[in-house]
């Protein structure tokens, strides 16, 4: 049964609009088109094929190519058939799966009928492009469920991250997904801010390694020498906003936006080419990112050289009017963003803006080159002429072991032992523990997961521990709800604690999506924003109280966010924080908590002592840091766990570094290298960081230490190993005013096991000449 | 004696420093001035006198000029004689009095001996002029102590501001001041930041209309049309900081910066001509605004027509490489400086940055243009032409009954009732009170305040409630320190609460200057941020607990900041918040606890929910307000206590307001008219403001409300009147990329209590045509 799932105003709207095609190029309308036409023909280049396909094209459908078909179906793989029908013949580029509820076996063929039926019985039989999120991987249940973004991103291994995107991509092509929306580059530097859980962290470099790796993995051609799938760098720019709110506005200037808020996108640029880009909901500096044609206009097109079609976030068109109050009304906001360049529209609500575009013939320069640059696209993902994956590639790709065994990988080392006073890790003889805290049988999945407990899979951190210790060994007692202080029992949780060897609190945020049973309990994911970083609701009390019973006790942390641990929580022992670890968070954790996996996740945010210190990045300016002697509260500023760090089992023992060269030309590559030993008793690996600063010269304010490069190492006890980080000398440069500077004078790199300077292991000075 | 007041370093590198002319003008140092040359006779004009002046200048007289000699006096009005000699051959533009724990009458004698002595003895007889600092009043003792600039804002009473600045002013000129280092016009909207008590407020428009009496009251022409003081209008930009750290770096761009961070400048310089400007310690998007030639030069002289003297900061000279890291040395700083369009250097510390300009010829132009302004304004000001004040006018101006009865008034205005669950006014048969907390015998001044506890004029709040009740009705027990936890007895205070029929809680912060016995308390006040709003120390825990006790309470909160009094204060029956009041706040507080005094102070900064809300203030932007559905904690966006806010013991009706007109052209005035009624017992007054919003076609994202005019009504009981407000139609305009703009349009103007939607009486639309 196809049942309603789409919103009202969509319906009432979608039937009232009246689709007139203008003057231009009307005659068009009616050409029939043969089928040897050469944008049907396979051979010829897309340059060709595009212009031939433009050729037949009357204004309207110009049009209808810039919007498309948002969310299709809504739970149990339904959608409404008369809205569609409306829809489809005025908003025909793109598709969107929808639900993330539903199983990919069940949602995949209807999407395949759907955009195959449309394919063949429109006059010019453009395909949809099928466009999907993905932030823990396909958003769609049946799927291998990764960790997400943040929690990759403290993995700090590129080749696993690659074999993961690398799985994700897979899926998605036998999912029919063309067009991912990720990744998301925008460095995370206010905590507050809900979406930190979608990001690599807060670092603009690092960012940008990530960023390379997922566009270069992503776009990869496939046998016939299409793109498998094109990404999405977004969200130009973002999020710094006012008061860590999502959605609010950034004050901000164009030497920060060069070296910081754009410079991810700047090294993705350099190294390869995304096939499109999606402006922030943001406005900064009072122009909405969808209608700046400042930031659109002469910093991406003119300046960074970006070619790719610039995609809208949903609703972000109409949002110049709904959101920013800009202008006279959703349609006017449409013309704004067509001028301003954005050129497509992910459409989830009617009106999206763009409909009215068709009154408006003096937009045609705009509207030719955007469909001139969407149907490029769909040429090179070859939607003209690869056929939708059948049923077996869906079978043999989703949830394989390999893809399987990646995520379990991604998941242990993603995962951060931010303390240990030695109860870490747990013997064998453990007995005799009680799990305590609202999320020992929850996987946090992040905004964008497609997730639900009913799935057998999704093992919790108390199955994974019962698996291990015995079920008879652990006592789960939640106490306390995430947020709601209904139904609360802290005495039991206690009476647990004082009963129980060991004492695990499970703790953390909901950080869950918009169909999630724990929605009601959100304070972290889009949409969310958490003026405090201490646990919500009554955890903060669990906590203490559990903690005054006095039992070893093991902090174990779920949430795409950093919490305020410098109080309270520092009563234990030990504290893990397991982010978002997907499908394989509560295994993974255990399996660290037992010593067989020897943690090495690095955090890629940092942790600041107090809730009201933010913005908190590592890579603060020097007059940021200038008067520390009058804080209040004291230490605030320093964070207490910083970006970088991560603890580990075993220890490790790096010499002094050397560089190949003394002195660089600007063209040059810095080879530092070192040795590095494994001096403890279990194996482990290292992330070994270099950041830089310089030491005279510069026309701007510079942070004092920037990440330039960094390595991980794997070691068995005792072995030791020289290990290098190559250095492109164009990395030590910096804008000032969007022109690239890279002045000669004295450069000190620092080889580090974390951001803080207390962990800058040696230093040694090269020279630019 | 004259003894050793000066650094170190300053002396070290005098003596170092060669002092060679260069080539340029060399031959004009060894000129004879002749007595009646065309510069020294008053007849001549400003123009004639400074270029004649000119042709007599050789190169090194000309640097010279561009700094001076700070702090002279340190305490016990003492100075190093050798020192001085030393830097007074280098440093020859400007002079300062120094220590503020100087008695005026002991110091300017002095000062007015050295400055007496070095025009006579120079060879071309220029005067120093003396500049000093001013947040309430003259920084020497012996003056009128006014509330600091953040409560003088509170009154909202114009009038009576510039009763107050005229009373200063006029202290100053008897003590030979010359030049002011104020007003402070920048918008506070970190909460966070130190330096708010030194500020207007918030509101970019309300700070202009503070900044705009300030400058024509100061600089008001004397019998003989000579300026009486030049201000300074300051910091060009601050302080929205990261992370609200003293001095940290601002992020933003220009449309924040025409639109809020340069906006009450922009409203000073359409109706005055402040004599200079200072620029900020802050780096503004990564360039130090003291070597920010975009700033300086594009924006303030080119677009905003700026024309007076730029004068740096102490230390912001140098600082651009010893804070911000930028160029080679401090050298270099002074260069950079001088091309950004820096023209004199505030001199504290040396070297300021300026010595090494004599080997730069190439600085000539600049160094010519700023002799000639200074020049200019040492004429202005009649430095050459009247002689420095004399001991009788001294003595008749200083602390006179009319000073003292402004100082007064203004501490009875300024004073902001947040809340009042009845218990006020106290009724005079109160009896048996405690007052409890650090502050009941301190008077909290601010960072530049001239003030010691010694002054018999300082009466503390617990001084005056005795005054009021008798010494055997009041039992004072501070329980804690502000800050230390040293000595604390909080047992000895819920003793005191539990046999006192009504208590007074005394709270806040040590917001004090460097001389002050408070300074290791100190978490407010310039050079101190408080990430966290609670009250500092352990007054927390002493109101928790006095506030258990149950009694009928009273919190008195004193320092320069808005404080987190969302939850435990909530407690208190009352809340009186006395910022930073003057010498009168004692008396003024309790004036207003027994009902003498109605109060009438209203807030000028938000106070938030909770700490971690920040900046914080009533015009955001639509969409940093668009999503607030899941904030944690609940309800942190909307402050708890909003700009505009203060309570009285009467209560108003406000009329339904009526325009003058209908429709209005960009040159008119709109008249706003309502009638408003004292309904309540006390006689009492209402500040009755002006918000406004525009309907649409808004070119970039502009706030839903802001401030646009307001007035103070005094009201008998059940008396009523007409009041109106005149607001020129330009105020609803703004700026795009720095051009000014009006959108022809509806607007709607919201007759109001407070920034508060819900404090909105009513609304009228009126059309820009």
Redesign the interface.
Same mark, same amino acid.
């Given at each position: 049964m196809r049942g309603l799932v789409m919103k009202a105003l969509y319906f009432a709207l979608a039937t009232s609009l009246a689709i007139a095609d203008s003057t231009l190029d009307g005659s068009k309308c009616n050409l029939t088109v043969p089928s040897d036409a050469v944008y049907l023909t396979a051979s010829a280049t897309t340059d060709e094929r595009v212009n031939d396909l433009l050729d037949y094209m009357c204004w309207s459908e110009k049009i209808a190519q810039l919007t498309g078909i948002g969310g299709l179906l809504g739970s149990n793989v339904t959608y409404n058939t008369t809205l569609y029908d409306q829809l489809s013949s005025i908003h025909q580029g793109s598709i969107s799966p929808g639900s993330y509820l539903n199983y990919a076996s069940d949602a995949v063929p209807v999407i395949k009928d759907v955009i195959e039926e449309f394919t063949n019985n429109s006059r010019l039989h453009i395909p949809y492009v099928n466009i999907a999120d993905s932030v823990n991987g396909v958003t769609l249940l049946g799927t291998t469920f990764f960790p997400a973004t943040i929690s990759m991103s403290m993995s700090w291994n590129l080749d696993l991250f690659k074999q993961a995107v690398t799985a994700i991509r897979d899926e998605m092509v036998a999912c029919g997904i063309n067009w991912v929306l990720s990744p998301d580059l925008d460095p995370a530097r206010d905590p507050?801010h809900?979406r930190v859980g979608e990001t690599y962290g807060e670092d603009a470099f690092l960012n940008g390694e990530y960023g390379i790796t997922y566009v270069e993995t992503m776009q990869e051609s496939d046998e016939n020498s299409f793109m498998k799938i094109a990404t999405t760098v977004k969200h130009f720019l973002y999020p710094?906003?006012?008061?860590g709110?999502?959605?609010? =506005?950034i +004050?901000?200037?164009?030497?920060?936006i060069f070296?910081v808020l754009a410079y991810p996108y700047i090294r993705v640029f350099r190294k390869t080419t995304p096939a499109s880009l999606m402006p922030s909901?943001? =406005?900064? +500096?009072?122009?909405?990112s969808h209608a700046n044609k400042g930031l659109l206009q002469d910093i991406l097109r003119d300046t960074l050289g970006f070619k790719g079609v610039i995609l809208s976030d949903a609703d972000g068109v109409s949002g110049i009017y709904n959101?920013?109050?800009?202008?006279?009304d959703v349609y006017d906001a449409g013309a704004r963003a067509l001028e301003a360049g954005v050129q497509s529209v992910l459409a989830i609500q009617f009106p999206t803006g763009f409909e009215e575009v068709i009154n408006t013939p003096s937009l045609a320069p705009q509207v030719n080159e955007a469909v001139t640059n969407l149907l490029r696209l769909k040429f090179t993902l070859g939607l003209f002429d690869k056929s939708f994956p059948d049923q077996a590639q869906l079978n043999s790709t989703l949830r394989s072991d390999e893809h399987l065994a990646i995520a379990q990988n991604m998941s242990r080392e993603s995962i951060v032992l931010l303390k240990n006073d030695g109860l870490l890790p747990l013997p064998s003889t453990t007995s005799n523990v009680a799990v305590i805290g609202p999320l020992g049988d929850k996987i946090i999945p992040g905004t964008y997961a497609a997730w639900t407990n009913a799935d057998n899979h999704n093992k919790t951190f108390v199955d994974a521990l019962k698996g291990w210790l015995g079920e008879d060994q652990v006592n789960f007692v939640p106490g306390v709800q995430v947020?709601s202080s209904e139904n609360a029992d802290i005495a039991s949780a206690v009476t647990a604690a004082t009963a129980a060897e060991i004492v695990i609190l499970t703790l953390g945020a909901a950080t869950v999506g918009w169909d999630d049973p724990l929605l009601s309990q959100?304070?972290d994911g889009e949409?969310?924003?958490?003026?405090?970083?201490t646990f919500?609701g009554l955890q903060e009390d669990l906590l203490a109280q559990v903690l005054a019973v006095g039992k070893p006790t093991i902090l174990v942390i779920s949430g795409g966010q950093a919490f305020e641990l410098s109080g309270t929580a520092q009563g234990a022992s030990a504290i893990v924080h397991s982010f978002l670890a997907g499908e394989y968070t509560g295994q993974a954790v255990v399996d660290i908590l037992r010593g067989l996996v020897n943690p090495s996740g690095k955090l890629t945010i940092s942790f600041p002592n107090?809730?009201?210190?933010?913005?908190?990045y590592y890579d603060?300016?020097?007059?940021?840091w200038?008067?520390t002697?009058?804080?209040?509260?004291q230490l605030?500023?320093p964070a207490l766990y910083p970006f970088g760090f991560g603890l580990s089992y075993t220890n490790f023992s790096i010499s002094s570094p050397s560089a190949d060269q003394d002195e660089y030309s600007q063209d040059g590559t810095i080879t530092v290298s070192f040795s590095i030993e494994n001096t403890g008793a279990f194996a482990g690996k290292q992330v070994v960081q270099v950041y830089f600063g310089q030491s005279?010269?510069?026309?701007?304010?510079?942070p004092?230490k920037r990440l330039v490069g960094f390595t991980k190492v794997d070691l068995q006890p005792g072995e030791q190993r020289t290990a290098s980080i190559a250095i492109p000398v164009i990395e030590l440069g910096y804008f000032v005013n969007g022109q690239f500077t890279l002045d000669k004078t004295i450069y000190t790199l620092y080889v580090a096991t974390s951001s803080a300077s207390s962990d800058f292991v040696s230093a040694l000075n090269v020279t630019l000449v």
């Open positions: 507050r809900g710094t906003s006012v008061g709110i999502n959605s609010g =506005s +004050d901000t200037g164009i030497n920060n070296n909901y943001a =406005s900064i +500096d009072r122009v909405p959101q920013h109050k800009i202008g006279q947020l959100k304070t949409g969310a924003t958490h003026g405090s970083l919500p107090a809730s009201p210190v933010n913005p908190i603060l300016l020097p007059s940021d200038s008067s002697a009058m804080n209040w509260p605030t500023l005279s010269g510069a026309s701007i304010e510079l004092s």
